[in-house]
């Protein structure tokens, strides 16, 4: 995956801080179950956001 840096939202700059880096890996986590499992990463996120999540049957 590629280095995560400071990005931009809305014209303002913000750095990686804990709760921004903590989103963004819980982000990248989900994103590599839903691939391992051979599901659409964006109907995947699509339907997260909607509050439907993909939830692995066995952990």
Avoid: Q, W
Avoid at 10 to 22: L, Y
Avoid at 42 to 56: C, E, V
């Amino acid at each position: 995956m590629a280095l995560l840096a400071p990005f931009l939202i809305h014209g303002a700059a913000f750095s990686k801080t804990f709760d921004v880096g903590s989103l963004l890996c819980r982000i990248r986590s989900y994103i590599s179950t839903c691939n391992k499992n051979g599901r659409d990463i964006m109907d995947s996120l699509k339907n997260a956001i909607k509050g439907d999540p993909f939830i692995p049957e066995s952990i």
